[in-house]
C-alpha cells in the first residue's frame, strides 16, 4: 500500500505542531491537520482521506457531528478514530455508535498513537477487497488467508499473508524491510531484519523461489 492520507482535527495548535513534527517524513503516513469543524468539513469535501484522526470537543461543534458529516452526508468509508481528553463511558459509546472505528484519550504516548492508526492501516488493506484477488498467475484468497497457484491451496500464517498482500499490490516496488516492519508490526522497533528474513524464506519454501525477488543491498519486491 502507498502512503495513507490522514487528516487530524484539534483545536489545539500545539498539538497539531507536535503531531506534525512526529510524522513528517515518515514512509507510512502523510499527515494534514486543521485546527476547525468548518475548514474540517471543507478539506474533507476537497482532499481524499484514509483516516481521519478527531477530537470530540470544539467551539461550536463536537467530534460526532464529523463523524456523521463523513458517514451521513460524504457516504464516506475511510477510517474515523477519535483523539479526546473526555473521559467519560458515554462518549466512547455514543462516538462507536456513530460510526467511528477507535477511540483514544489523551494525553497519548506519541509511539502509541502511531502504532494504533498502523492497526487501523492493515485494517483498512483488506477493506473493500474482494474475496478473491487474482495477479498473474496467483490468487490471494482474502477469506481464507490463503495463496493459490498452480490449483495448489498454499496455507499462510497471519504475517506472511500480510507480507504477500503488501508486497503484491505494489508489485512494482521494492520495500525495505524497515518499511515491512513499519507497515505490519505494532512493535516495529523490536522487530530485527533478519525476522523478516525468516518469513521471506518460509513463503519462498511454500510458494516457490519466484514468488518474492531480493533486490540486493534494499529489500523485497513481488
Known amino acids: 500500500m502507498s502512503s495513507v492520507n490522514v487528516l487530524i482535527v484539534d483545536e489545539d495548535d500545539a498539538f497539531l505542531a507536535e503531531l506534525k513534527e512526529i510524522f513528517d517524513g515518515d514512509s507510512l503516513f502523510q499527515v494534514m491537520s486543521c485546527n476547525n469543524f468548518d475548514e474540517a468539513q471543507q478539506i474533507l469535501q476537497s482532499e481524499p482521506f484514509q483516516i481521519l484522526l478527531t477530537e470530540l470537543i470544539f467551539a461550536n461543534h463536537d467530534g460526532v457531528e464529523l463523524i456523521d458529516y463523513v458517514r451521513k452526508q460524504l457516504k464516506s468509508d475511510m477510517l474515523v478514530a477519535v483523539l479526546t481528553g473526555v473521559r467519560d463511558q458515554y462518549s466512547q459509546v455514543t462516538v462507536l455508535n456513530h460510526g467511528a472505528d477507535d477511540f483514544y484519550q489523551k494525553p497519548i504516548n506519541h509511539r502509541l498513537l502511531r502504532t ?27 477469506e481464507r488467508f490463503l495463496v493459490i497457484r498452480n490449483e495448489s491451496k498454499i496455507e499462510l500464517q497471519k504475517k506472511e499473508f500480510e507480507i504477500v498482500d503488501l508486497l503484491a499490490n505494489s508489485p512494482d516496488k521494492v520495500f525495505t524491510r524497515e518499511e515491512i516492519k513499519k507497515q505490519l508490526w505494532d512493535d516495529f522497533d523490536e522487530v530485527r531484519n533478519r525476522t523478516i528474513d525468516v518469513h521471506i524464506r518460509k513463503l519462498r519454501s511454500k510458494l516457490g523461489d519466484d514468488f518474492i525477488h531480493t533486490i540486493k543491498g534494499v529489500g523485497y519486491r513481488f
Open 116 to 142: 494504533r492508526l498502523a492497526a487501523l492501516t492493515r485494517r483498512l488493506r483488506y477493506q473493500a477487497k474482494g474475496e478473491i484477488k487474482e495477479i498473474g498467475d496467483v490468487q490471494i484468497d482474502y
